[in-house]
Antibody
Framework: QVTLKESGPALVKPTQTLTLTCTFS??????????ASWIRQPPGKALEWLAR???????LYNSSLKTRLTISKDTSKNQVVLTMTDMDPADTATYYC????????????WGQGTLVTVSS | QSALTQPPSASGSPGQSVTISCTGT?????????VSWYQHHSGKAPKLMIY???KRPSGVPDRFSGSKSGNTASLTVSGLQAEDEADYYC???????????FGTGTKVTVL
């Protein structure tokens, strides 16, 4: 059974760096064709794709946020980590970890999401 | 980056059908057959219902179907059941810079 669990701080201050961790079970992050992404949804707004890391370490970023994002994976812990620098109240959102297992453009599984609030 | 447009709400009685539209542009929905749909019950993980416009993952009831015409994709839920009450989101591949664009979401209510 595939599960994804996001973890990280619920509250960060403006200008701080956010670090979110997604822990997977039911598969390995080295599984062929595995693509892990982070997606966020600000309250009352649409979902927004942030970044993706693939099984072969290929990495893609949303071009509008690229300078603030870093995505990486830890194969020993079966985790994917996202860091976002210079946090702003506009970054307040529920952050989701998602995964796909093909070369296509959809997400097979989602985590439940974690709400991050940016406030002083 | 513009979100795909979905109606905020849709409803139907048990057994009826409801269709949700997802309108994009010729750069996303209209350009690729990579539209997917997700069901989200509050507090739970969203679930993949349709991928590549018309395909259903294993385990998804055939009451759920997808289609596309031009820049608009649609999700139809036939034979509505109480458990279908949820939020539904569409997604489309949008090219190299953005990769994925999402719909604004539709709340389906079973009357």
């Amino acid at each position: 059974q595939v599960t994804l669990k996001e973890s990280g701080p619920a509250l960060v201050k403006p200008t701080q760096t956010l670090t979110l961790t997604c822990t997977f079970s039911g598969f390995s992050v080295t599984t062929s064709q595995m693509r892990a992404s982070w997606i966020r949804q600000p309250p009352g707004k649409a979902l927004e794709w942030l970044a993706r890391i693939d099984w072969d370490d290929d990495i893609l970023y949303n071009s509008s946020l690229k300078t603030r994002l870093t995505i990486s994976k830890d194969t020993s812990k079966n985790q994917v980590v996202l860091t976002m620098t210079d946090m702003d109240p506009a970054d307040t959102a529920t952050y989701y970890c998602v995964v796909g297992f093909s070369s296509s453009w959809y997400f097979d599984y989602w985590g439940q999401g974690t709400l991050v609030t940016v406030s002083s | 980056q513009s979100a795909l447009t979905q109606p905020p709400s849709a409803s139907g009685s048990p057994g009826q059908s409801v269709t949700i539209s997802c309108t994009g542009t010729s750069s996303d929905v209209g350009a690729y057959n990579y539209v997917s749909w997700y069901q989200h019950h509050s507090g739970k993980a969203p679930k993949l219902m349709i991928y590549e416009v018309t395909k259903r993952p294993s385990g998804v009831p055939d009451r759920f179907s997808g289609s596309k015409s031009g820049n608009t994709a649609s999700l139809t839920v036939s034979g509505l059941q109480a458990e279908d009450e949820a939020d539904y989101y569409c997604t489309s591949y949008a090219g190299n810079n953005i990769l994925y664009v999402f719909g604004t979401g539709t709340k389906v209510t079973v009357l």
